[in-house]
DNA sequence: CTGACTCATAGCCCAAGGGTATGACCTGTT
DNA sequence: AACAGGTCATACCCTTGGGCTATGAGTCAG
């Protein structure tokens, strides 16, 4: 009992709210109206709530079904992002365009430039291949792929860059941690005098934060930036993030962000290309769609 | 082919970068090794890709398993808020603390809350119902909630109030829409002669933005915000919607905000209670971690 | 009163995913 | 050298969730 609702049954939510009738959305999903039916009431058993208002008219959400249809289409959006970006990492061979990213572009930003980039050149595929900045810019001196995206603080030899985001690191705490109720800010040196949940040697993050603060205590060393925030989450301890690792958290106060003293701990996000060369076709519309969205 | 890859399959892939062996997963799951083992297998052969590196000693991700492996937990944590929020929904009648709010802070910020107060009471039950600003008034003074969320700009009498979240309005367009590239300021006149998506009558987001502008020309009325929210990023028009709506939008470039000048579109999100009577109990705490997550 | 729409129920069927049993492989120990 | 203990994969069976078609109940408009 109580399994998780599957994904496909939150897309018939959605729609049934959008379209106004189980059969309408039905027909969108491409299945049968008393399939949809019976989803819909699985659903409805699942979450134990009442979603739809059936009637001979059709069907419309009631205010718990619009709420439960909000945040579904909030999970619904992440797993878009999620396959936009395994489309684009699978790429590689045959992709019409490729590209290499560091991981915070990779994970935050790329999807959504990738996505708004085919919504123009309908059926482009795209490949991105993740790595650290400095081998996106081999891969892009190569010529291997048509651009890269980069999170050092200098630019490479070689090759033309132009900025397409800024991104900020961030100490954040759960909020019940007492760093939660300061009143003044952090100092640099209390914060590298405090034991952190921190990603692995050679991540772009603990390179900019080491260099930031100097040598940092570890408390919990992990592979992943969201495996750092989920730790943080379940109250770990402190950490420092990039902020567009964190952001919807901080939103809905899941976690909370302590502010430091003396610290500049912005970075920017560069796209960086051959210099020389001029950058066309699909590689310039996606440069332009990424500077377009930073401002 | 190419079906979504289910929510469990996704949560192993997460637990095998946390755990390090697919066998030691699949017991955190509850199920046996070899399903572990063919689960993912499918979900490598669904994404096309590969994502986990087997071996004797146990498995470690792929590079490309880290990047699916922060994705797909970001969309586990959009379904832990959905979860937490349909419990909350549910409750109503035996639930040992009861709350009301507004669309708004229903949907963004009262899952993070009672997932957060529930970290600390466990095994809390918590009801939450939604309504407009004026119903949640209602509700606070006839007892039948514990605490209330509105977000209306003045406080109903007869209640005492305490702020606990600021929110904005934001004119939002998609990236390719003009009014992207803008170099000044809208002015106010410009928004209330344009089309816009918008909320239907009554609705909080609605009414701020009528009370700011005057009268507004509907392109599209629609029933929910994120249904709002959809139809800009596909292009229909701009909208004016709440930043705790979008901002992750705006993150990653789906959508682009479009400063206005001679507009205040700010607002207070503010918790309500029974004038005179002090609060106690879990509605105190679950107060204290509003306003804490708030600052 | 009939046609057109809504949704629900019944019965059938397939395939996805669970479990157990087993085997291949590697490593460290005896 | 052989074995114990860990890894993961394969083979097999079985249950069930969710798909389909066919049908019926209900409502509304012409």
Redesign the pocket.
């Known amino acids: 009992m109580s399994q998780p609702p599957?994904v496909?049954s939150l897309r018939l939510l959605v729609l049934v709210g959008e379209l106004g009738?189980?059969?309408?959305a039905a027909r969108a999903l491409d299945?049968?109206?008393?399939?949809a039916?019976?989803?819909?009431?699985?659903l409805e058993r699942r979450l134990r709530l009442e979603l739809v208002e059936?009637g001979?008219?059709?069907?419309s959400l009631t205010t718990a079904g619009r709420v439960v249809s909000d945040w579904a289409r909030r999970v619904l959006d992440e797993l878009d992002v999620l396959l936009t970006g395994a489309e684009a990492l699978r790429g590689e061979r045959d992709a019409e365009l490729r590209v290499a990213a560091s991981m915070t572009v990779a994970e935050h930003l790329a999807p959504g430039w990738i996505a708004e980039l085919r919504r123009n050149a309908d059926g482009l595929y795209v490949g991105l291949q993740v790595t650290n900045s400095g081998t996106v810019a081999d891969l892009v001196r190569r010529s291997e792929v048509a651009l890269g995206f980069i999170e050092s603080p200098s630019v490479p030899p070689g090759l033309n860059s132009r900025r397409v985001a800024a991104d900020r690191l961030a100490v954040v705490v759960a909020p019940h941690h007492p760093w939660s109720r300061r009143r003044r800010p952090l100092t640099a040196a209390e914060l590298a005098a405090t034991p952190l949940v921190v990603r692995e040697l050679g991540s772009g993050t603990r390179d900019t934060l080491e260099r930031a603060v100097g040598a940092v205590q570890p408390l919990l060393e992990l592979g992943s930036t969201t495996a750092v925030r989920s730790a943080v989450m379940n109250g770990a301890g402190p950490a420092v993030l990039s902020v567009l690792a964190v952001q919807a958290d901080l939103a809905d106060g899941r976690l909370v962000e302590v502010p430091v003293d003396g610290l500049d701990l912005r970075r920017s996000l560069r796209a960086v290309w051959p210099s020389g060369r001029k950058l066309g076709g699909h590689a310039a519309t996606l440069l332009a769609v990424a500077v377009r969205s930073s401002q």
């Open positions: 599957d496909e009738s189980l059969g309408r299945i049968s109206q008393p399939s039916s019976k989803r819909m009431s699985t059936r001979p008219g059709g069907s």
